[in-house]
């Protein structure tokens, strides 16, 4: 992973991380399957952070808002029970957690 510093920030990831914990169990009486989903989500990037970046960092921070954003669309929808089906393919990151919005009991 890499670190950069940050307007507001010493060492800013610049990134969002998914952690998946598949659980089984061989257990004939026990419903045992699972999946436990961990996300560390970057922070959103504010002007002040971007003043004096290079064009290269300028466009992550442009993505990192951009995939926040698409987040936020999915999570309103899914709030709202409203169709989210086209949100998911805004971002890498609603990508990779469409499953978890998608089970039954995902969002109440």
């Known amino acids: 992973m890499?670190?950069?510093?940050?307007g507001v920030h010493d060492a800013s990831s610049r990134s969002h991380a998914v952690l998946r914990v598949y659980i089984?169990?061989?257990e004939v009486d026990v419903e045992g399957e699972g999946v436990l989903t961990l996300?560390?989500?970057?922070?959103s990037e504010h002007r002040i952070d971007s003043m004096h970046h290079t064009a290269q960092r300028r466009k992550e921070g442009a993505e990192i808002n951009s995939s926040l954003m698409a987040l936020k669309s999915v999570?309103?929808?899914?709030?709202n029970q409203t169709d989210a089906e086209h949100l998911y393919r805004r971002s890498k990151?609603?990508?990779a957690l469409k499953n978890?919005?998608?089970l039954p009991h995902a969002v109440r």
Do not use: K, Q
């Open 75 to 79: 999570v309103h929808a899914r709030a």
């Open 93 to 95: 990151l609603t990508m």
């Open 2 to 6: 890499v670190y950069h510093l940050t």
């Open 24 to 26: 089984y169990t061989d």
């Open 100 to 102: 978890s919005f998608r």
């Open 39 to 43: 996300v560390d989500l970057a922070g």
